[in-house]
């Protein structure tokens, strides 16, 4: 596996790898691989030629208040484990190569950003689909690998790549999860001990609510009894929980579409998000 730091060099590559026609399968991360990642950079070993994972904490999606300075970081760990799942590159580039101005020119997202994360963290989105501009650009890959935990983030990269024409298939994956259900996540770690506990109440409350969405139940009183049984949790605050049409990510009164329900809730330094997507009704 090649470590690669500079864009230049990265495009040299990719050129390379293309002219003796690879298929460039593209793996995005913030680093602090987890089984989540992994899982990403296995699905493009089999789906393509050269696999290229990119480690970049991306300053311009945090806000002013959140964790850029303590996102947790770990290159070796993540180096040896990118090698040993497969990765072919680690691109790896600075803030400095990837925003030499300064982010002068910046994209922003307009539609599905007023509700879930995009509500919460204002300017989140305009951030991720900024550095993904720059990514895709560089990498030029054939096939992105995204992971559904981030099912919004999904949505809105989707609208990007439709919207300004990238050549890229976005491949979403399943949420990764722990034996009792937690969303692998990065965060993870910022866990204390007795909030590991209670975590994986999140997704079984995410289970109940689409047993009851899939039994008839009204989707306001689903919403109302995930907030209740969130609200007993002794650590903690719920930041949201929403049913929404996906990916659509609107409002919505009945299950006759295809849905998410999605919750995010703050333990004292992690912010974790979950979601369940369901198929419309046969
Ligand atoms: O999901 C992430 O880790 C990030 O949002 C991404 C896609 C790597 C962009 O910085």
Redesign the pocket.
């Known amino acids: 596996m090649k470590v690669i730091r500079h864009i230049y060099e990265m495009q040299h590559f990719i050129k390379e790898r293309k002219r003796r026609g690879d298929t460039i399968g593209f793996v ?3 680093g602090f691989l987890h089984e989540g990642h992994v899982s990403l950079i296995e699905k493009a070993r089999e789906e393509c030629d050269t696999v290229v994972t ?1 480690i ?3 300053p311009l ?1 945090f806000g002013p208040n959140e964790d850029f300075d303590r996102y947790p970081r770990d290159f070796e760990r993540d180096e040896r484990l990118a090698r040993e799942r497969g990765t072919d590159v680690l691109f790896y580039p600075s803030v400095e190569d990837m925003y030499p101005d300064g982010a002068g020119v910046q994209m922003k997202v307009t539609e599905r950003t007023n509700v879930l994360c995009g509500e919460k963290r204002p300017g989140h989105f305009d ?2 689909v900024t ?2 501009t720059k ?1 895709f650009h560089i990498i030029q890959a054939d096939r992105a690998y ?2 559904l935990k ?1 099912a919004q ?1 999904v949505a809105v ?1 989707n609208d990007l790549i439709d919207s300004y024409f990238f050549p890229v298939e976005l491949v979403a994956c399943p949420t990764v999860r722990e034996e009792d259900g937690l969303a692998k996540s ?1 965060r993870n770690v910022y866990l204390k001990d007795h909030e590991r506990f209670e975590a994986p109440k999140l997704y079984q409350q995410l289970l109940r609510a689409k047993e009851q969405v899939q039994t008839g139940k009204a989707l306001k009183d689903v919403r109302q009894e995930m907030i209740s049984v969130l609200e007993d949790i002794p650590y903690g605050e719920t930041d949201y929980v929403e049913i929404l049409s996906y990916p659509q990510l609107q409002t919505v009164e009945t299950f006759d579409r295809k849905l998410i329900i999605a919750l995010a809730y703050r333990f004292e330094n992690a912010r974790l998000i979950d979601n369940i997507i369901i198929e419309e009704k046969l």
């Open positions: 995005p991360t913030m990119s970049f904490v991306n999606q951030g991720v550095v993904l990514l995204f992971g981030d983030q990269v990065s």
